[in-house]
């Protein structure tokens, strides 16, 4: 979408980056020309070929003529012109998930890991300490978006009898008590 225009070395001028928008309804491109505006980012639209830029485009060359297909704006500006360009090309896109279940999804993940090495191999010392740290942040939590409170009492429980089997490093123990918690997390994660 991207495309640098011709440099010419002797004109001085800022570095330009060319916007291929052509495929964007008149309307798309009024919309971004208003927000352009708005942020005062200097631009052109233009039909085809690299223009000097303006703060506001000429009535023949406008962002809802027929031609304008092509918008040119400083390179400074074009990390902002990006971001507004992808807002309007994609405005039903979701703002990046910063997990929203407050870790809840990494412990559950923690939980389901180390019990199942631990079913394996009962001994696995990076394996338990993993675990009595997931059972001891599980413990103190609230139950993740989307598990029923019922549901997280009984993987909190679990992972506290694993973690307690742990101390006492009875083999048999400790993999009867790893089943049991990867059998209720396999299905959460």
């Known amino acids: 979408m991207i495309h640098p225009p011709p440099a010419d070395p002797e004109d001085g001028a800022d570095d ?3 916007y291929d928008l052509g495929d964007w309804t ?3 491109r009024a919309a971004l020309d208003r927000l352009l505006v708005g942020e005062g980012v ?3 639209w233009d039909a085809g070929e690299a223009a000097a830029s303006s703060t506001t485009p000429s009535p023949e060359s406008g962002p ?3 031609s304008a297909g092509q918008l040119v704006v400083p390179e400074a500006s074009a990390d902002l012109v ?3 360009i992808d807002e309007l090309d994609h405005p039903d896109a979701l703002e990046p998930d910063d997990g929203g279940d407050g870790g809840g999804g990494e412990v559950l993940s923690s939980l389901y890991v ?3 090495v631990l079913l394996s191999a009962p001994g696995h010392v990076a394996a338990a300490q993993e675990l009595r740290e ?5 413990s103190t939590m609230e139950a993740p978006y989307g598990l029923d409170d019922t549901t997280w009492g009984t993987v909190r429980r679990r992972a506290e009898t694993l973690a307690a089997v742990l101390a006492t490093g ?3 123990g400790v993999k009867a008590a790893a089943q049991a918690l990867r059998e209720v997390v396999r299905p959460l994660v």
Do not use: K
Request: glycine residues 0%; charged residues 30%; proline residues 4%.
């Open 16 to 18: 330009l980056v060319v």
């Open 26 to 28: 008149p309307e798309q």
């Open 42 to 44: 200097t631009h052109e």
């Open 64 to 66: 809802t003529s027929a």
């Open 82 to 84: 990006e971001e507004l």
């Open 114 to 116: 180390a019990s199942d």
């Open 134 to 138: 997931a059972a001891a942040v599980a």
């Open 170 to 172: 009875e083999e048999e």
